[in-house]
Structure formats: structure tokens, C-alpha cells
């Protein structure tokens, strides 16, 4: 009979930093999808600041594996209950956001991918935060004020871009 062990304190906060902060990234959603920008910008941003928070004490001494499994899996979901209903809601009236927010979300789960791949493989793949708070703010921003027609291709190229940086640090690995 396996005996329930309550998880240290640092790491409830941790994890209630990471599971508060995909609510805020569902609410976020849904108000994309009810056409109320500048209120899924505010459930977006708190979302995005928790979960960066969460991230961070996760991958720095505070999180236990579950919370650094957490930390990417809830990444995912920021990007699927944001990016996604940016692209249902745009589908019609701006083609180009609804672009946008489709290369965005690919973008960032091929990147998500290769890290994952990569660290499966024992190679030691880069996992930055900063690119995932420059995809948060452009996305926040975007949503705020009305810049979507720009900032989810930003993000999108970011996004882009460390996927092909996470693709170079395993290819170096494979031939080292």
C-alpha cells in the first residue's frame, strides 16, 4: 500500500502557479473566441506571467519532475486555447491573422518536438524562457492592442527560429 507523501511547499506553490495559469489561458481563449480582444488579452497576460513563473521555479530547484513536465505540457496548451481561436476567430474577416496564428502554433509544437526528441536522445537541447515571454507579450500584445495582423507572424518567425536552433544543437550533438 503506497503511502500519499504532500508535496513540499515550494513546489505546491510551483504547481498551483502552473495550473492557475492554464485556467487563465482557457479563459483567455474563450474570450478570443467571444470577440472580447482586450479581455483575452488580460486573461492571456496573467496567464502567460503565471505560467512563466511556474516554469522558472519548476526548472530552478522549486518544481519537481511532474511540475517540469507540467511546465511544457501547459506551454502547449497556452499555445492551443490562445493561438487556435485567434485563427477560428480571424478565419473569415483576416485570413492573414488566421494565418498567422496557424504557422505560429505549428511552429511552436515542431519546436516543442524537437527539444523533446532531443532530450529523449540525451542531447542536451537549449529550453529558453525568454523565447516563450516573447511569444506570450507579441501574442498579449497583438490581442491588446490590435496588432494581430503583425505580431502572430513575429511570433510565428520566433518561433520558427528556435525550432531550427533546437534542430542545430541536436544535429551538433549527433556529430560530435
Known amino acids: 500500500m503506497a503511502t500519499h ?77 490562445v493561438l487556435a481561436p485567434i485563427a477560428w476567430a480571424a478565419r473569415d474577416v483576416s485570413p492573414h491573422i488566421a494565418a498567422g496564428a496557424l504557422v505560429a502554433l505549428c511552429a511552436s509544437f515542431v519546436s516543442s518536438y524537437v527539444r523533446a526528441r532531443g532530450a529523449a536522445l540525451r542531447y542536451t537541447v537549449e529550453e529558453s524562457h525568454v523565447t516563450r515571454g516573447v511569444r506570450y507579450a507579441l501574442i498579449v500584445s497583438g490581442l491588446a492592442f490590435g496588432w494581430l495582423g503583425w505580431s502572430v507572424w513575429v511570433a510565428a518567425g520566433a518561433t520558427l527560429a528556435a525550432a531550427i536552433v533546437r534542430t542545430s544543437q541536436v544535429a551538433k550533438e549527433e556529430r560530435a
Open 5 to 81: 507523501v504532500p508535496a513540499r511547499p515550494r513546489t505546491t506553490a510551483t504547481r498551483l502557479s502552473l495550473v492557475l495559469g492554464a485556467v487563465f489561458a482557457v479563459a483567455g481563449g474563450a474570450l478570443v473566441l467571444a470577440i472580447r480582444p482586450h479581455e483575452a488579452a488580460i486573461a492571456a497576460g496573467i496567464s502567460a506571467v503565471l505560467l512563466l513563473i511556474g516554469g522558472h521555479r519548476a526548472n530552478h530547484g522549486a518544481g519537481d519532475p511532474v511540475d517540469r513536465m507540467l511546465d511544457e505540457l501547459l506551454d502547449r496548451l497556452w499555445d492551443g486555447v
